[in-house]
């Protein structure tokens, strides 16, 4: 299989003049590989909110963190994972509230007794949902994720923080 193109990152913040610029442009690096081939590339996470965004170009690479699927405690994850034809992810369910974008290909969504397909334009709000994902096409699937750490809703085993699904990052 081919590696999954690289993603460009663009930071933006203000400089100590107060001018708004782009701080960082070049391809995100935080990309790891899962056993059924899916590669998911970190793109930022927060730890809190409101999220830090003080002015000045120096600042912590949020994006070049390690911290496993769920989103740190009060704050966000935001990756954009590339799924290979016939890569499933094994059963799992994050404390969180996930914005996802299917932004190319076709993948479906097995939950406990039905199935979602998404294509390249949906967008589904995921809350808390126990879950795998599977790309039963003959294409890659590429989709985007915002995590949003939620209150536990009490039922199974979730995903803990700093573990990513199938074990730890």
């Given at each position: 299989?081919?590696?999954?193109?690289?993603?460009?990152?663009?930071?933006?913040?203000?400089?100590?003049?107060?001018?708004?610029?782009?701080?960082?442009?070049?391809?995100?690096?935080?990309?790891?590989?899962?056993?059924?081939?899916?590669?998911?590339?970190?793109?930022?996470?927060?730890?809190?909110?409101?999220?830090?965004?003080?002015?000045?170009?120096?600042?912590?690479?949020?994006?070049?963190r390690i911290i496993g699927t769920q989103p740190p405690p009060s704050g966000t994850r935001f990756a954009?994972?590339?799924?290979?034809?016939?890569?499933?992810?094994?059963?799992?369910?994050?404390?969180?509230?996930?914005?996802?974008?299917?932004?190319?290909?076709?993948?479906?969504?097995?939950?406990?007794?039905?199935?979602?397909?998404?294509?390249?334009?949906?967008?589904?709000?995921?809350?808390?949902?126990?879950?795998?994902?599977?790309?039963?096409?003959?294409?890659?699937?590429?989709?985007?994720?915002?995590?949003?750490?939620?209150?536990?809703?009490?039922?199974?085993?979730?995903?803990?923080?700093?573990?990513?699904?199938?074990?730890?990052?």
């Open positions: 299989m081919a590696p999954a193109p690289r993603i460009r990152r663009i930071v933006t913040g203000h400089g100590e003049d107060r001018v708004a610029r782009a701080i960082e442009d070049a391809p995100a690096t935080n990309a790891k590989q899962a056993g059924s081939g899916a590669v998911s590339t970190l793109i930022w996470s927060t730890d809190r909110a409101p999220a830090d965004i003080a002015i000045g170009e120096e600042f912590e690479d949020m994006g070049a954009v994972i590339e799924f290979p034809p016939g890569a499933p992810t094994a059963m799992h369910r994050t404390e969180s509230i996930d914005y996802v974008v299917c932004i190319s290909g076709e993948i479906d969504m097995d939950m406990d007794d039905s199935t979602v397909t998404m294509r390249a334009g949906d967008v589904m709000v995921q809350r808390g949902t126990n879950h795998a994902w599977v790309n039963r096409s003959a294409e890659p699937a590429r989709l985007a994720f915002v995590l949003i750490d939620a209150v536990p809703l009490g039922i199974g085993d979730p995903v803990a923080h700093g573990q990513s699904v199938g074990g730890r990052e």
